[in-house]
């Protein structure tokens, strides 16, 4: 089965989401758009698969970074640009950008709640490790 692509509409959403800039470094351009849930293992019919909540975009180097992973899986998980399948849905699992860490929802806006609190403790406690 051919994988979904991304629609047009889609990607003029993260694009304008992110102004063009890494939305993981906010330092390059943004040349790449990022699953956080990869399209494998029949991903690709998962209706948020190819929305903006499951959406990054990456310059190169951070792209490179969030998906060959060498040993980094736990942290890059816990920052939320890795979503593992069959868990929480990406639009439920705050994701660390440059400018802080928000929920995404599929219009292409940002928002807090608790949640988002919780995941500055895990990310911290990564960190502190
Ligand atoms: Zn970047």
Same mark, same amino acid.
Not at 4 to 9: E, K, L, P
Not at 38 to 65: A, F, Y
Not at 84 to 99: I, K, N, T
């Given at each position: 089965?051919?994988?979904?692509?991304?629609?047009?509409?889609?990607?003029?959403?993260? @694009?304008?989401?992110? #102004? #063009?800039?890494?939305?993981?470094?906010?330092?390059?351009?943004?040349?790449?758009? /990022? @699953?956080?849930?990869?399209?494998?293992?029949?991903?690709?019919?998962?209706?948020?698969?190819?929305?903006?909540?499951?959406?990054?975009?990456?310059?190169?180097?951070? /792209?490179?970074?969030?998906?060959?992973?060498?040993?980094?899986? =736990?942290?890059?998980?816990?920052?939320?640009?890795?979503?593992?399948?069959?868990?929480?849905?990406? =639009?439920?699992?705050?994701?660390?950008?440059? @400018? #802080?860490?928000?929920?995404?929802?599929?219009? #292409?806006?940002?928002?807090?709640?608790?949640?988002?609190? =919780? =995941?500055?403790?895990?990310?911290?406690?990564?960190?502190?490790?």
């Amino acid at each position: 089965m051919k994988a979904q692509q991304i629609s047009r509409t889609v990607r003029d959403i993260v @694009h304008t989401r992110s #102004g #063009g800039v890494c939305e993981k470094c906010g330092r390059r351009p943004a040349v790449e758009v /990022h @699953h956080r849930t990869g399209r494998q293992m029949g991903g690709s019919r998962e209706p948020w698969i190819n929305q903006p909540s499951n959406l990054l975009d990456l310059c190169d180097p951070c /792209h490179d970074e969030v998906t060959d992973t060498r040993g980094n899986r =736990a942290f890059v998980e816990t920052c939320g640009w890795l979503v593992r399948r069959g868990e929480e849905q990406p =639009a439920d699992v705050p994701v660390l950008l440059w @400018h #802080g860490l928000w929920l995404l929802d599929d219009l #292409g806006d940002f928002r807090t709640d608790p949640r988002v609190a =919780a =995941a500055w403790a895990r990310i911290d406690a990564v960190r502190a490790a």
